[in-house]
């Protein structure tokens, strides 16, 4: 079985939104699984200086107008929410959480996630509305609320965005083929060559 | 005639040069002509807060592996130059100064240019080292030194640059087709389909 792909991603990143909804697929046309990773990108921004595009001159109206152009490019439904970068905190917890025992679950409550997000324009900055989305998915949601505040998912969601961090992560998506990294939806089509023609 | 594509790059930016190579012949597909724009990115930076990415952690490390990967997948030669970003200022002038009387040629300078610092890894710092590619294309050597240190040359590139951040432009390359922008070189695919599909 060739190398599962890597798909790092923060849920309050729209170019991640937009590569989670054709990763699953493309890996799939190549015979390869993705295991899907959120992260914290703050945490990976104070090392390189970076802040939200939104909140930077130039590129924050350039996003703006190109997140929805690249939406309708990939005939994906977007709904600029109503705080970008929302505050991920629980929903990336809930899906550390969810993933110790159920990591197919997980990646179904990510994509449900994304979706009410990035599809619908939903906040998901309170855990309550994060709850919501997983009890929709049969999911507890007062299991969910409970292991949100947890102090050890905390720290595993601490620990998993330090390592994304030491193995090179500095953006999302950021994606590893066979150990190659690759840093934004736009290169998608160079992760398709890649996984076609095994490299170059 | 459909309007032309323009085109702004910044020398010392390696995505630049790697555009620089297909634009062309993707306009020409689609019945269009490219305006080259050189552009001193350093003055977008002071507005973005950017850093030149070979100097920022964790981006500068993916730069120097992407880059060479980059040109590969492209099939164009890459020599990684001792120095990024160099100094571009005297390039930039240099093809300012030739456009205003020939832009035919000066686009054919810019080529060499870029040619010449990432196709060989040669540093163009110096205005001499600018004069040596362009004395190998029949431009005298005398006229382009005086041209680099003329300061209406000077002022020219500065206002150049000044309306290509009016635009929006904050990166290299830069690409507005029918007005729309697109930043990166990894939206050449994009730009493709939109050219063929007059939009989405």
Chains 1, 2 share one sequence.
Not at 82 to 107: D, F, G, H, T
Not at 117 to 145: K, Q
Not at 163 to 191: C, K, M, N, T, Y
Request: hydrophobic content about 45%; some cysteine; charged content about 20%.
């Amino acid at each position: 079985m060739a190398e599962p792909i890597d798909f790092y991603f923060e849920f309050a990143s729209p170019y991640g939104y937009l590569a989670s909804t054709r990763i699953d697929a493309l890996a799939e046309r190549h015979g390869r699984t993705v295991r899907w990773h959120p992260i914290m990108l703050g945490a990976a921004f104070k090392e390189t200086g970076a802040r939200p595009l939104t909140q930077v001159p130039l590129k924050g109206p350039y996003l703006v107008h190109d997140v929805p152009r690249f939406a309708r490019y990939l005939g994906v439904p977007l709904t600029l929410p109503p705080v970008i970068p929302m505050n991920s905190l629980a929903a990336s917890r809930a899906c550390v959480w969810l993933e110790e025992q159920y990591p197919v679950q997980a990646k179904t409550l990510a994509k449900a996630l994304l979706y009410a997000h990035w599809g619908e324009g939903r906040d998901l900055g309170a855990p309550e509305a994060v709850a919501d989305v997983a009890a929709g998915l049969g999911i507890d949601r007062a299991a969910l609320l409970a292991a949100v505040a947890d102090p050890r998912i905390k720290d595993l969601l601490k620990e998993r965005t330090q390592a994304a961090i030491e193995r090179g992560v500095f953006g999302s998506p950021f994606i590893f083929v066979d150990g190659e990294p690759f840093w934004g939806a736009d290169r998608l089509p160079q992760i398709e060559a890649w996984l076609s023609k095994g490299g170059w």
